[in-house]
């Protein structure tokens, strides 16, 4: 069996693949609230053979939400069509995943395809945006307001409140995004942080927001059901979060009851320089795993079978996850699966257009 097909025990989870669908923004939610689309979306991806399916950032509260149309858990209410599409992908046999996040000063923006442009809080789509500091992302955007102590203590408890929601809407992983400038990469990286208090400066003052978080979450989060943590591993620009921060970050990060490290890289500053190539986010997740010895997962321009596999048997990650392939073709899992010469159990629904078997 290649590795990419290969069963992956994780605390109380079994992930039958190591294939998983990362998280993308549908920018198709009212008030926070999932929908049909959001079923079928994510639904579609189990379908097509997805190990792990991952729902969207999920904003913990109102003004955490990239825009107006992101997903939220921040009331019960939003539960329950969580639940139904949780419980169709079981049905598939696929693990159902939620990333939780807070946008911080990349909040209150248009949906993307109308321009994705920051929203003035006076406007009825927009909001005042929070974060570590006073910096706004684009010099164009209104500075962010600087959250308080007691703002930093009511991101806590959102994060814990939405723990609860996501257990009670039937999910099997729970990751926290730390990543791609949001409100904890915004914490976590010197290049967006200019506190002078015990959230900034140091090393160990600027992850103190994610590690508290990470500490309460897996407290409240069931010890069956794994944690992971999203991190941009560097940030591409000189006197920003490298790698060696990532390195240190994970090692706290698994003392700490996190299962995984979902490695990514970038988006703290705009006008950055990335030389993007297939895989050029492996070797970030290649040197957490072997320095930090913890499962990882590599994600960034991986988008066929035999890449992935080469991944997985040079020992660099432990699960692929799937990005815009996924979005160009729901069934990637199907397709590699004959790509590998391996057999999977397709839906039976679906049999009759199952690949035909390679003869070579």
Request: proline fraction near 6%; charged fraction near 20%.
């Amino acid at each position: 069996m290649h590795t990419l097909f290969s069963p992956f025990p994780l605390r109380g989870a079994l992930f039958k693949n190591r294939i998983v669908v990362s998280p993308m923004c549908q920018y198709s939610a009212v008030d926070g609230f999932a929908n049909n689309w959001h079923l079928v979306h994510l639904g579609a991806r189990a379908v097509g053979g997805a190990a792990l399916v991952m729902q969207e950032a999920t904003a913990i509260s109102p003004e955490g939400r990239i825009s107006y149309g992101d997903l939220g858990i921040w009331k019960d209410e939003q539960i329950a069509m969580f639940n139904q599409i949780t419980s169709f992908i079981h049905s598939q046999g696929s693990l159902a995943g939620i990333q939780l996040a807070h946008a911080g000063r990349k909040a209150s923006t248009e949906i993307f395809w109308k321009g994705g442009k920051q929203i003035s809080p006076k406007d009825p789509n927009g909001w005042q945006t929070l974060s570590s500091g006073n910096i706004p992302y684009h010099e164009t955007d209104l500075p962010p307001m600087p959250l308080s102590l007691e703002g930093i203590k009511k991101v806590l408890d959102d994060f814990i409140s939405a723990t609860h929601r996501a257990e009670m809407a039937g999910f099997d992983v729970l990751e926290i995004h730390a990543a791609h400038g949001y409100l904890l990469n915004q914490f976590t990286s010197p290049l967006c942080n200019n506190r002078s208090d015990d959230y900034g400066g140091s090393f160990e003052n600027r992850i103190r927001l994610l590690v508290a978080v990470c500490k309460s979450v897996r407290a409240l989060w069931p010890p069956h059901k794994p944690l992971f943590v999203r991190i941009s591993a560097v940030d591409w620009k000189d006197g920003g979060w490298g790698i060696e921060d990532s390195v240190q970050l994970a090692k706290i990060l698994k003392a700490e009851g996190v299962d995984l490290i979902d490695c990514s890289s970038g988006a703290v500053v705009p006008h950055v320089k990335i030389e993007v190539k297939p895989g050029y986010q492996v070797p970030f997740a290649a040197r957490i795993k072997r320095e930090a010895k913890m499962p990882v997962a590599a994600v960034g321009l991986i988008t066929g079978a035999f890449q992935a596999e080469q991944i997985l048997k040079n020992e660099d990650a432990d699960l692929i996850l799937i990005a815009r392939e996924s979005l160009r073709d729901p069934n990637f899992p199907l397709r590699a699966a004959n790509e590998l010469g391996e057999e999977i159990q397709w839906p039976q629904p679906y049999e009759r257009g199952k690949f035909m078997k390679r003869t070579d």
